[in-house]
Nanobody, 116 residues
């Protein structure tokens, strides 16, 4: 059974940085696409970025380009999201997700709060 466990969220001031981690277990992820999503209060869950586990190819929502970086550590089966120049509007619950063809597996989420 696939398990995804996020960590690294917290409270940070505007302009600060956080690195989220997602520890993956349960199977080999070589064929998986892994992604980060976020859900702000009162809004729908939105795609942030994804990475092909094998090739490392990445995709981003345009508004996060240059501020957020998705990466993975194959040896540790861990997905990361480096977030820089954080803004109050980045406040949300951040989820990692993974799957082949679609995101079938989700973590429980980690809260990120950016104060102004």
């Amino acid at each position: 059974q696939v398990q995804l466990v996020e960590s690294g969220g917290g409270l940070v001031q505007a302009g600060g940085s956080l690195r989220l981690s997602c520890a993956a277990s349960g199977r080999t992820f070589s064929r998986y696409s892994m992604g980060w999503f976020r859900q702000a209060p009162g809004k729908e869950r939105a795609f942030v970025a994804s990475i092909d586990w094998s090739s490392g190819s990445t995709t981003y929502t345009n508004s996060y380009l240059g501020r957020f970086t998705i990466s993975r550590d194959n040896a540790r089966n861990t997905l990361y999201l480096q977030m820089n120049s954080l803004k109050p509007e980045d406040t949300a619950v951040y989820y990692c997700a993974g799957g082949v063809g679609s995101y079938n597996y989700w973590g429980q989420g980690t809260q990120v709060t950016v104060s102004s």
